[in-house]
């Protein structure tokens, strides 16, 4: 698993990150301009920790029962945790949570999943160098690791082998991009994966290119489980809050059909808003020749990335477009304002069901730039039918299924994207795509409660009191 090569490569991609701190953590601050939590506890990504965490450490610890630590990084790994988290629960239920991130916006998500009364405990994850890992683990004592998808970290790795913490990869997928990239790296990244005790691939596809890194070794040991993204579960609430954003319209007219850009990626806005006036002048055209002009679709664009809010508005603006912003609505419901918009922001936090809910269709944020695509399951456990790019990368096995089962269709660019969608959205037939895309939502749901039973068995101390 490991010899001089690896020594080498480990300590040498560790002194750089030593090097490189001050300009790490210069980085957090600078990012905190726009996402203010990355300032909050940043020495905790030094594996430092002030005075309100090491008391809540100190009660965790008290309780004695496992300390089961989740990394979600964003807020996608986050959302994916939620399902794992409540399976990992429901079979251990003396289960202490440790959740880690590194981003704000995971960070925040994964405060919904917190129960401090029993011990829970939320932190950044440390940086990548052999100081920072050991005070965090000295600190937490963790007895058993899960990194979501695709975080594997070297040094992070080696030194949970030295503390005796079994580390396990849930959820795991691996890109052909993706090991192209570990292999260049093979003597840093090799050893890494192969210090995991687990492995649980989301596909069998996942599970090829996952041996080609393991290259043999005894460990990890390797499973296909599933994607736990198919068990998460939409809340009511937000089903509701979308469906009420789907019938509003203004007095005496009809609501106004929703297309929905779904977690869009920088450089993708422009061509859609392009081809979208395109197919807005003419949509205009036809429903004026019908006097229904409330009928003229609307967009609403919910960028990635909440940084990128106040540029996807100019951006709109710029167009010429009327603009409204899900954050200044009173009482979360559009006005009179808002309803006469040609396009809308999502520029909230956790209400993508909702957004989902209130949309006829939507179109898949990064397929349409060579970015591997977005999360479509969250998008068919809702009722929403998806158009997606050409790249689905991150996602292959989903999309063709997806695609399989009539809850999704490919298209080549942004003007067939909005084409089909438009065209999709008045379908006679549109409730029969909903009632496909919960199908084929519903059709692969368990893989949560798989990996919660395989994740658990590594755990060394009594899981129930």
């Not at 029993?118 to 994850?125: A, V």
Request: glycine share 8%; net charge positive; charged share 20%.
């Amino acid at each position: 698993m490991s010899g001089p090569a690896a020594w080498l490569a480990r300590n040498a991609y560790a002194s750089v990150l030593r090097l490189g701190t001050p300009a790490y953590l210069w980085r957090v601050w600078s990012r905190g301009r726009e996402e203010p939590d990355y300032r909050l506890h940043w020495w905790e990504r030094l594996g430092l920790y002030g005075a309100d965490h090491r008391r809540a450490l100190q009660q965790s610890h008290v309780r004695g029962g496992p300390l089961v630590w989740v990394h979600a990084v964003s807020l996608g790994e986050a959302r994916a945790a939620s399902a794992l988290v409540q399976a990992l629960r429901q079979q251990a239920p003396a289960m202490r949570l440790l959740l880690t991130h590194s981003t704000a916006t995971g960070r925040e998500a994964g405060k919904a999943l917190m129960r401090p009364q029993q011990g829970d405990l939320q932190t950044w994850l440390p940086y990548d160098t052999p100081g920072a890992v050991r005070r965090f683990l000295r600190a937490h004592r963790p007895d058993l690791g899960v990194l979501m998808e695709t975080e594997v970290w070297p040094v992070l790795q080696h030194q949970t082998a030295r503390f005796g913490v079994p580390m396990v990869l849930a959820n795991a997928r691996l890109s052909d991009k993706s090991l192209r990239q570990g292999l260049r790296l093979s003597g840093l990244m090799r050893p890494a994966v192969q210090s995991l005790q687990t492995v649980l691939a989301q596909t069998e596809s996942d599970a090829q290119r996952l041996r080609v890194m393991i290259d043999g070794a005894e460990r990890p040991t390797l499973q296909v489980c599933g994607n736990v993204k198919f068990d998460m579960t939409p809340a009511p609430v937000q089903l509701l809050l979308g469906q009420g954003w789907r019938g509003a319209a203004l007095p005496g007219q009809p609501a106004r059909p929703i297309v929905l850009a779904a977690s869009t990626r920088e450089g993708e806005e422009a061509g859609l808003l392009q081809t979208w006036q395109e197919a807005l002048s003419v949509a205009r055209q036809v429903a004026s020749a019908k006097d229904v002009a409330a009928a003229v679709p609307r967009l609403w664009i919910v960028p990635r990335h909440p940084q990128r809010f106040d540029e996807v508005a100019a951006l709109v603006l710029s167009q010429g477009l009327r603009l409204s912003r899900r954050s200044q609505w009173t009482g979360g419901l559009p006005d009179a304002q808002a309803l006469d918009a040609d396009v809308w922001l999502g520029d909230s936090m956790g209400e993508m069901p909702a957004y989902f809910a209130a949309a006829r269709v939507a179109l898949l944020g990064g397929s349409f730039a060579p970015l591997g695509g977005q999360n479509l399951i969250e998008a068919a456990a809702c009722g929403c039918p998806i158009v997606m790019g050409p790249s689905t990368f991150n996602f292959a096995e989903a999309a063709q299924l997806s695609e399989a089962a009539g809850a999704a269709r490919r298209v080549d660019g942004w003007p067939q994207g909005v084409a089909v969608a438009l065209a999709w959205s008045a379908s006679p037939n549109h409730d029969d795509s909903v009632a496909q895309c919960l199908a084929f939502a519903q059709a692969h749901r368990g893989a949560a409660e798989r990996m919660a039973r395989l994740i658990l068995a590594q755990v060394r101390r009594p899981l129930s009191i």
